[in-house]
């Protein structure tokens, strides 16, 4: 790997934290990382480290590594964290006055890239009927489920029965409250509603458009409800 690819990871390392998602990305780095390698990576207990870790393996994978890696990004959704270290990489220099302009531009286009994703796809996903797959998938990332629980409009006695039947996994008290949801709301539980949820309680963006665009990624194949 080039030294300015070293230090643009390196300036970017606190973003790269903030904004990448391994298990989104770890699909699309087989070119880049081994069996090994990926299971050390998957195997840290964080997803600060599971990153760190990465990283740290990135800057000793060949003189392609870093092109590979952008490549990646865009195939598992992380376009604009491309174009924040390409446009890092850029030599170009402007005056200041312009330059702080441009920055405040940039910065406003990459908030909306960040919460735009939903509108990618196509209208009749967004109104169509959760899938238990993306609700199992999301489970994983719940970490209070009284928390969420409240936000979706269950009582306090249903909440606690979740943990009651489940004291020592939370996915598992997410998924049963998330199944429970879909059943009660019927054909009001839609992917807009879902993901609208979710946010209120917190549930990290990035997490939410590596889930969705995934599994809607097709959006003229549209799933079966209850898939």
């Not at 069996?35 to 000793?60: C, Q």
């Not at 839609?190 to 599994?215: P, Q, W, Y």
């Amino acid at each position: 790997m080039e030294e300015k690819h070293r230090k643009v990871l390196q300036d970017n390392r606190v973003y790269l934290i903030e904004n990448l998602d391994m298990k989104c990305l770890i699909d699309h780095l087989t070119s880049l990382l081994n069996e090994n390698m990926e299971e050390r990576i998957m195997n840290e207990p964080t997803k600060r480290d599971k990153i760190v870790a990465f990283l740290g393996i990135l800057k000793n994978r060949g003189p392609t590594a870093f092109s590979q890696f952008l490549e990646a990004l865009t195939n598992a959704g992380f376009d604009f964290v491309r174009k924040k270290l390409e446009g890092d990489l850029s030599p170009t220099r402007r005056p200041v006055q312009e330059t702080r302009g441009a920055v405040c531009e940039a910065g406003v286009k990459a908030a909306a890239a960040v919460h735009d994703w939903l509108t990618t796809l196509d209208p009749t996903v967004l109104d169509s009927i959760v899938t238990e797959k993306a609700m199992t998938m999301m489970s994983d990332d719940v970490s209070n489920v009284i928390h969420i629980g409240k936000i979706m409009g269950f009582p306090q006695g249903k909440l606690q029965a979740y943990q009651s039947e489940h004291p020592f996994c939370v996915a598992n008290q997410a998924s049963c409250m998330f199944s429970d949801w879909r059943s009660k709301n019927s054909d009001r539980a839609t992917v807009a509603e879902f993901v609208k949820l979710l946010r209120e309680a917190g549930i990290d963006d990035n997490r939410l458009k590596c889930v969705f665009l995934k599994e809607y990624s097709r959006p003229g194949d549209r799933k079966p409800a209850f898939v």
